[in-house]
């Protein structure tokens, strides 16, 4: 499988995982940013957007072979909090260990799927995550009511507002940020959910404007119930 055109790999942080003889389970978080009309290298039109590219990815297969499985996928409603990058679409994919992610890249259906991903992503940023102490696995989601939407937010060591903290917001998970698997020269730090309403939404849309920060991004989604609560 050729280098992916969408991120960087981080070598040096993945290379840890090769010594590491205690391996534990990995939610990788992806921030997704499609191109607008997928992009094949060996030349194929499909006439398809990056999106559509991506939904023929869908690497579900090879990561229930090694024993993982999607974890979280939604389309952003608003983003908040960042910088130029307008992120399409945030997934979370469980993995029962790091090494899995290494070991399902070598399976020959996802090889094959992956140069749908390649097509499809202008960029994105993969980052292994783990739940803090607090955060109880799994998390739940039974304060997810229908009409319910998801803030997302992921920070660094710079100080900047929690969002949540302005509104009656759920949190449901927090995540330290062990390092970032593909993406750019960042770091990051904390990945937390929280479950807010759409009038909370809509306070948060209203707020931005003045506290969106580069040092974190804050992303509003729309949930989809039934992986949620699977």
């Not at 194929?44 to 297969?61: H, K």
């Not at 009038?199 to 404007?209: C, I, T």
């Amino acid at each position: 499988m050729s280098m992916p055109r969408y991120g960087k790999p981080n070598l040096s942080y993945v290379s840890t995982w090769f010594a590491d003889p205690h391996d534990k389970p990995m939610w990788a978080l992806n921030l997704m940013k499609y191109r607008p009309i997928a992009d094949y290298q060996d030349g194929r039109d499909l006439s398809i957007s990056g999106a559509d590219a991506d939904l023929l990815y869908n690497p579900t297969g090879p990561l229930s072979d090694v024993g993982g499985r999607v974890f979280f996928a939604s389309d952003v409603i608003h983003q908040i909090s960042g910088d130029a990058i307008s992120w399409d679409r945030v997934a979370v994919a469980f993995y029962p260990k790091r090494m899995a992610m290494m070991e399902m890249q070598q399976l020959p259906e996802f090889i094959e799927l992956h140069d749908h991903k390649d097509a499809a992503m202008e960029f994105t940023i993969v980052m292994a995550t783990m739940p803090t102490d607090d955060s109880p696995q799994p998390p739940d989601w039974s304060m997810l009511n229908e009409g319910d939407l998801v803030l997302v937010q992921v920070s660094n060591e710079q100080p900047s507002t929690d969002f949540a903290s302005l509104v009656s917001a759920r949190r449901v998970g927090t995540y330290a940020v062990e390092g970032v698997i593909v993406g750019d020269e960042r770091t990051w730090t904390t990945a937390t959910w929280d479950i807010i309403t759409q009038a909370d939404a809509d306070v948060l849309v209203a707020a931005s404007a003045n506290l969106s920060n580069p040092t974190r991004y804050a992303m509003i989604l729309q949930p989809l119930l039934d992986m949620m609560r699977n």
